[in-house]
């Protein structure tokens, strides 16, 4: 994949598959600005199409900051219309990612606040540095969190949790995060974009139909429950039945070499 040029992101393909993604506006601690939003949603949305890449990894750029929000220097002033034309295209960007066919790792190399801790939320899976910092602090503003923090972090925290980061809007570190199911593992901060990677690859060199089938099904189901949420599981194993790669992995074990899919 031939990425265009970004003004807020760096974007690289360290390995087949992989693409890490680097939001770069570290003077402003890497926030979330129109521009950010909108050359987000434009890599998203050049994303859903399957293609090349397989797994993206989100980070930071510098050790500070992964993204510390909304740029408020940016809304400062903004009338109410102006705010809430941007928080739509931040909703839409948000959306984008979220519908994305493929993983999206986030690497967390520092503080995660408000819309930055929503945008790592909102991926597959949280890997941190130990340095990382994360917070909900929308109540300190008048505001509450917009992009599906409340509901994602209920889910990774439990409810209870969950209320007290969001009332409180206290920051918590990697190792509490890691304690509360929000992040998956903390790592130097050094290593972490390398670690993130090398899982990104294991996920790349697996069936690529399989991958977008299971987060699907990951997805719609958080949502029900029973005979619903199972029902949505076989839809989507029986899919997979009739496909090249279903065939070709099977074949590939077999003769113990390593398969080779088409996505077909």
């Known amino acids: 994949m031939t990425s265009p040029a970004y003004a807020t992101l760096l974007t690289a393909a360290p390995a087949e598959g992989v693409l890490v993604v680097t ?3 570290p003077a402003a601690g890497n926030s979330l600005s129109t521009q950010m939003a909108e050359e987000l949603l434009a890599l998203w949305t050049s994303l859903a199409t399957p293609g090349d890449v397989r797994v993206v990894v989100l980070t930071g750029a510098g050790d500070r900051f992964f993204c510390t929000g909304a740029d408020l220097k940016e809304r ?4 109410d219309a102006q705010w809430r034309a941007q928080h739509v295209l931040f909703e839409t960007m948000r959306d984008a990612l979220v519908a994305l066919p493929i993983p999206v790792i986030a690497a967390v ?3 995660a606040y408000g819309g930055g801790a929503e945008i790592a939320l909102n991926c597959d899976f949280i890997y941190a540095a130990d340095t990382a910092r994360f917070a909900l602090p929308e109540v300190k503003l008048g505001i509450m969190p917009g992009l599906g923090g409340v509901q994602n972090l209920s889910r990774a925290a ?3 949790r969950a209320r007290e980061i969001l009332l409180t809007g ?3 570190t990697a190792s509490q995060g890691l304690d509360w199911g929000v992040v998956n593992a903390v790592w130097n901060p050094a290593g972490l974009v390398t670690e993130a990677v090398d899982v990104a690859k294991k996920i790349a060199a697996n069936a690529p139909l399989s991958v977008r089938n299971i987060r699907r099904v990951v997805r719609e189901t958080a949502v029900l429950s029973g005979a ?6 076989l839809a989507a194993y029986n899919e997979l039945t009739p496909t090249d790669d279903r065939r070709e992995g099977v074949a590939a074990w077999g003769e113990k070499r390593k398969a080779a899919w088409t996505g077909r």
């Open 109 to 111: 190399n520092g503080a």
């Open 76 to 79: 400062d002033g903004m009338t």
């Open 170 to 172: 206290e920051p918590f």
């Open 158 to 160: 439990g409810e209870r």
């Open 23 to 25: 939001l770069n506006r």
């Open 228 to 233: 619903e949420a199972v029902a949505v599981e």
